[in-house]
């Protein structure tokens, strides 16, 4: 796309509109391919798999730069998480867990 194209007032439409319609791309010609193939009991286990690792190598990053404060929150969260299987009170958790740790100078 140009870049006149995005700089008039209806630029950001015209981005949102294309990421949308990208997005939608990505998700249906998953479920087309998806219908395609036979899912065994190892494509079953990888696939159930998949959430947690996206989550864990989008994390582990960040907490890795962010130091003590974000490992205790995030130890806090999954404790918190396999306890009550309560998202939300992970959340709560883990933000409580960085601020004490902060607070005592971790």
């Not at 995005?6 to 791309?25: C, F």
């Not at 959340?91 to 004490?100: D, E, F, H, S, T």
Request: proline share 6%.
């Amino acid at each position: 796309m140009p870049e006149f194209t995005l700089a008039t007032p209806y630029g950001t439409l015209i981005a949102l509109v294309a990421m949308a319609g990208v997005t939608y791309l990505c998700r249906a010609s998953g479920v087309i391919f998806m219908n395609r193939i036979t899912i065994g009991p190892r494509l079953a286990r990888a696939l159930r798999a998949l959430p947690g690792s996206i989550v864990i190598a989008t994390i582990l990053p960040i907490a890795a730069q962010a130091g003590s404060p974000a490992f205790v929150g995030i130890s806090a969260a999954i404790a918190v998480m396999i306890a009550t299987r309560m998202e939300i009170a992970a959340i709560a958790a883990g933000l409580v867990g960085i601020a004490l740790a902060r607070a005592l100078g971790l």
